[in-house]
Protein backbone atom coordinates (compact mmCIF):
# COMPACT_ATOMS: atom_id res chain seq x y z
CA UNK A 1 0.00 0.00 0.00
CA UNK A 2 1.21 3.40 -0.91
CA UNK A 3 1.96 5.67 1.90
CA UNK A 4 -0.05 9.25 0.59
CA UNK A 5 1.34 11.26 3.15
CA UNK A 6 5.21 10.87 1.94
CA UNK A 7 4.03 12.16 -1.82
CA UNK A 8 3.68 15.10 -3.56
CA UNK A 9 -0.43 16.64 -3.82
CA UNK A 10 0.08 16.41 -7.60
CA UNK A 11 1.23 12.47 -7.18
CA UNK A 12 -1.92 12.19 -4.96
CA UNK A 13 -4.25 13.48 -6.91
CA UNK A 14 -2.54 11.26 -9.70
CA UNK A 15 -2.60 8.01 -7.78
CA UNK A 16 -5.86 8.98 -7.36
CA UNK A 17 -7.24 9.66 -10.80
CA UNK A 18 -5.61 6.54 -11.79
CA UNK A 19 -7.15 4.48 -9.04
CA UNK A 20 -11.13 6.15 -10.28
CA UNK A 21 -10.23 5.41 -14.19
CA UNK A 22 -9.21 1.86 -13.23
CA UNK A 23 -12.60 1.40 -10.73
CA UNK A 24 -14.21 2.89 -13.88
CA UNK A 25 -13.00 0.18 -16.43
CA UNK A 26 -13.65 -2.38 -14.43
CA UNK A 27 -17.02 -1.70 -13.25
CA UNK A 28 -18.06 -0.08 -16.30
CA UNK A 29 -19.04 2.80 -14.52
CA UNK A 30 -18.42 6.21 -16.41
CA UNK A 31 -19.58 8.15 -13.09
CA UNK A 32 -16.38 7.58 -11.44
CA UNK A 33 -14.87 9.84 -14.22
CA UNK A 34 -16.90 12.66 -14.02
CA UNK A 35 -16.11 11.84 -10.17
CA UNK A 36 -12.61 12.42 -11.13
CA UNK A 37 -13.65 15.65 -12.89
CA UNK A 38 -15.33 16.99 -10.00
CA UNK A 39 -12.74 16.67 -7.59
CA UNK A 40 -9.98 18.30 -9.72
CA UNK A 41 -12.20 21.50 -10.69
CA UNK A 42 -15.61 21.41 -8.36
CA UNK A 43 -18.58 22.89 -10.05
CA UNK A 44 -16.94 25.50 -11.65
CA UNK A 45 -16.96 26.33 -15.67
CA UNK A 46 -14.63 28.44 -17.44
CA UNK A 47 -14.80 32.50 -17.90
CA UNK A 48 -16.06 33.62 -21.36
CA UNK A 49 -12.77 35.40 -20.97
CA UNK A 50 -10.64 32.47 -19.87
CA UNK A 51 -8.11 32.45 -22.62
CA UNK A 52 -7.53 36.51 -22.75
CA UNK A 53 -6.75 36.35 -18.72
CA UNK A 54 -4.48 33.85 -19.92
CA UNK A 55 -2.23 35.70 -21.71
CA UNK A 56 -2.12 38.62 -19.19
CA UNK A 57 1.63 38.78 -18.27
CA UNK A 58 2.98 37.91 -14.78
CA UNK A 59 3.07 40.59 -12.04
CA UNK A 60 1.25 43.21 -14.68
CA UNK A 61 0.25 46.37 -12.57
CA UNK A 62 -4.49 46.61 -12.91
CA UNK A 63 -6.67 49.02 -12.59
CA UNK A 64 -11.01 48.70 -12.61
CA UNK A 65 -12.31 51.68 -13.26
CA UNK A 66 -16.59 52.03 -13.14
CA UNK A 67 -17.83 54.92 -14.32
CA UNK A 68 -21.45 56.31 -15.18
CA UNK A 69 -21.54 59.18 -17.54
CA UNK A 70 -25.17 59.80 -17.03
CA UNK A 71 -24.48 61.34 -13.63
CA UNK A 72 -22.04 63.25 -11.30
CA UNK A 73 -19.63 61.25 -10.41
CA UNK A 74 -18.90 62.04 -6.66
CA UNK A 75 -22.64 62.22 -6.28
CA UNK A 76 -24.82 60.17 -2.92
CA UNK A 77 -26.45 58.52 -5.24
CA UNK A 78 -23.78 57.02 -7.92
CA UNK A 79 -22.45 53.31 -7.83
CA UNK A 80 -19.55 53.60 -10.30
CA UNK A 81 -17.28 54.00 -6.72
CA UNK A 82 -18.69 50.98 -4.91
CA UNK A 83 -18.95 49.18 -7.95
CA UNK A 84 -14.84 49.85 -8.65
CA UNK A 85 -13.77 49.01 -5.57
CA UNK A 86 -16.24 45.50 -5.04
CA UNK A 87 -15.06 44.48 -8.98
CA UNK A 88 -11.23 45.11 -7.74
CA UNK A 89 -11.58 42.87 -4.54
CA UNK A 90 -13.67 40.26 -6.10
CA UNK A 91 -10.91 40.12 -9.56
CA UNK A 92 -7.88 40.42 -7.16
CA UNK A 93 -9.51 37.58 -4.74
CA UNK A 94 -10.48 35.20 -7.65
CA UNK A 95 -8.03 35.65 -10.37
CA UNK A 96 -4.85 32.69 -11.01
CA UNK A 97 -2.79 33.84 -7.84
CA UNK A 98 0.29 32.63 -9.36
CA UNK A 99 0.14 35.73 -11.84
CA UNK A 100 0.91 37.66 -8.55
CA UNK A 101 -0.97 40.74 -10.37
CA UNK A 102 -0.49 44.53 -9.02
CA UNK A 103 -3.74 46.16 -7.70
CA UNK A 104 -4.42 50.00 -8.26
CA UNK A 105 -6.77 51.37 -5.36
CA UNK A 106 -9.61 53.68 -6.99
CA UNK A 107 -8.30 56.00 -4.58
CA UNK A 108 -5.27 56.84 -6.39
CA UNK A 109 -7.73 57.37 -9.65
CA UNK A 110 -10.28 59.78 -8.47
CA UNK A 111 -7.01 61.84 -6.67
CA UNK A 112 -5.42 62.49 -10.39
CA UNK A 113 -9.19 63.26 -12.49
CA UNK A 114 -11.95 65.65 -12.19
CA UNK A 115 -15.50 64.70 -12.98
CA UNK A 116 -14.81 65.35 -16.41
CA UNK A 117 -11.77 64.20 -17.29
CA UNK A 118 -13.03 60.96 -15.21
CA UNK A 119 -16.08 60.85 -17.59
CA UNK A 120 -14.40 61.87 -21.08
CA UNK A 121 -11.21 60.54 -20.87
CA UNK A 122 -10.29 56.92 -22.56
CA UNK A 123 -9.58 54.24 -20.11
CA UNK A 124 -6.33 53.54 -21.65
CA UNK A 125 -4.77 56.96 -20.78
CA UNK A 126 -6.47 57.06 -17.39
CA UNK A 127 -4.52 53.81 -16.84
CA UNK A 128 -1.39 55.73 -18.23
CA UNK A 129 -1.60 58.05 -15.81
CA UNK A 130 -1.74 55.44 -12.76
CA UNK A 131 0.77 53.36 -14.22
CA UNK A 132 -1.11 51.17 -14.83
CA UNK A 133 -0.41 47.67 -17.98
CA UNK A 134 -4.53 46.59 -18.30
CA UNK A 135 -7.74 48.54 -17.50
CA UNK A 136 -10.73 47.10 -16.82
CA UNK A 137 -13.29 49.67 -17.88
CA UNK A 138 -16.72 49.43 -17.24
CA UNK A 139 -19.46 51.77 -17.81
CA UNK A 140 -22.92 51.84 -16.39
CA UNK A 141 -25.57 52.37 -18.71
CA UNK A 142 -28.41 52.32 -16.65
CA UNK A 143 -28.96 51.92 -12.30
CA UNK A 144 -31.90 51.33 -10.39
CA UNK A 145 -32.40 49.81 -7.14
CA UNK A 146 -36.32 51.05 -6.91
CA UNK A 147 -39.02 48.45 -8.14
CA UNK A 148 -41.64 50.65 -7.27
CA UNK A 149 -41.63 53.34 -3.93
CA UNK A 150 -42.64 50.20 -2.29
CA UNK A 151 -40.36 47.58 -2.92
CA UNK A 152 -36.48 47.37 -3.80
CA UNK A 153 -34.47 45.43 -6.69
CA UNK A 154 -31.60 46.35 -8.32
CA UNK A 155 -31.32 47.42 -12.16
CA UNK A 156 -28.19 47.81 -14.13
CA UNK A 157 -26.80 47.53 -17.57
CA UNK A 158 -23.37 47.45 -18.06
CA UNK A 159 -20.46 47.54 -20.48
CA UNK A 160 -17.38 46.34 -19.57
CA UNK A 161 -13.51 45.89 -21.56
CA UNK A 162 -10.32 44.59 -20.69
CA UNK A 163 -7.91 47.24 -22.24
CA UNK A 164 -3.96 47.18 -22.84
CA UNK A 165 -2.62 50.32 -21.91
CA UNK A 166 0.42 50.60 -23.67
CA UNK A 167 -1.56 49.51 -27.48
CA UNK A 168 -4.76 50.94 -25.85
CA UNK A 169 -6.07 48.01 -27.49
CA UNK A 170 -9.18 46.77 -26.33
CA UNK A 171 -8.55 42.73 -25.41
CA UNK A 172 -12.16 41.81 -25.14
CA UNK A 173 -15.10 43.94 -24.19
CA UNK A 174 -19.37 42.76 -23.83
CA UNK A 175 -22.15 44.49 -22.62
CA UNK A 176 -24.11 42.24 -20.28
CA UNK A 177 -27.59 41.42 -20.78
CA UNK A 178 -29.47 43.77 -17.62
CA UNK A 179 -28.64 42.59 -14.46
CA UNK A 180 -31.54 41.92 -11.99
CA UNK A 181 -31.58 41.25 -7.95
CA UNK A 182 -33.40 39.69 -6.43
CA UNK A 183 -34.20 38.27 -9.74
CA UNK A 184 -38.05 37.35 -8.53
CA UNK A 185 -39.13 39.00 -5.43
CA UNK A 186 -38.41 42.57 -4.90
CA UNK A 187 -37.79 43.56 -1.34
CA UNK A 188 -40.30 45.50 1.09
CA UNK A 189 -38.76 48.81 1.67
CA UNK A 190 -39.53 48.06 5.20
CA UNK A 191 -37.05 44.96 5.61
CA UNK A 192 -33.90 46.64 4.60
CA UNK A 193 -32.07 50.03 4.46
CA UNK A 194 -31.76 51.58 0.59
CA UNK A 195 -28.08 51.75 1.51
CA UNK A 196 -27.53 48.39 2.65
CA UNK A 197 -30.02 47.26 -0.13
CA UNK A 198 -27.60 48.97 -2.84
CA UNK A 199 -24.27 48.09 -1.53
CA UNK A 200 -25.38 44.42 -1.73
CA UNK A 201 -26.91 45.03 -5.34
CA UNK A 202 -23.42 46.02 -6.13
CA UNK A 203 -21.34 43.36 -4.74
CA UNK A 204 -23.80 41.05 -6.56
CA UNK A 205 -23.46 42.81 -9.75
CA UNK A 206 -19.64 42.90 -9.40
CA UNK A 207 -19.27 39.28 -9.43
CA UNK A 208 -21.54 39.16 -12.05
CA UNK A 209 -19.31 41.17 -14.33
CA UNK A 210 -15.86 39.26 -13.01
CA UNK A 211 -17.46 36.29 -14.11
CA UNK A 212 -16.58 37.29 -17.73
CA UNK A 213 -12.65 37.12 -16.20
CA UNK A 214 -12.79 34.23 -13.86
CA UNK A 215 -13.86 30.67 -13.23
CA UNK A 216 -17.27 30.41 -10.87
CA UNK A 217 -19.75 27.77 -10.02
CA UNK A 218 -23.19 27.76 -11.70
CA UNK A 219 -25.18 27.07 -8.94
CA UNK A 220 -24.46 29.88 -6.83
CA UNK A 221 -26.75 31.90 -9.13
CA UNK A 222 -29.84 29.57 -8.34
CA UNK A 223 -32.46 30.63 -5.91
CA UNK A 224 -31.10 34.27 -5.39
CA UNK A 225 -34.11 35.13 -3.89
CA UNK A 226 -33.72 33.74 -1.35
CA UNK A 227 -30.08 34.44 -0.89
CA UNK A 228 -31.25 38.07 0.01
CA UNK A 229 -34.43 36.84 2.42
CA UNK A 230 -31.35 35.52 4.74
CA UNK A 231 -30.04 39.14 4.94
CA UNK A 232 -32.92 40.65 6.38
Known sequence: MVKTDKISPAAKM??????????????????????AAYLIKGNEVDPEFKKEMKEIPKK???????????????????????????????????????????????????????????TNESFEKMGAKVGADYVFGVDIDSFNIHHSPQYLQGKAHVNVKLVEVESGKTICSKSLPQYVYPPNTPVAVGDMLEERFQTLYIIKLADEIGCCFYPYDPHEKVALDNDVSRLR
Open 14 to 35: ALLLVTLFSFAMVSGCANALFT
Open 60 to 118: SKMVVICRSPYQTLFGIDDPSRTLSVALTKALSEKLDEKKKLEWVPIDTVETLFDETEF
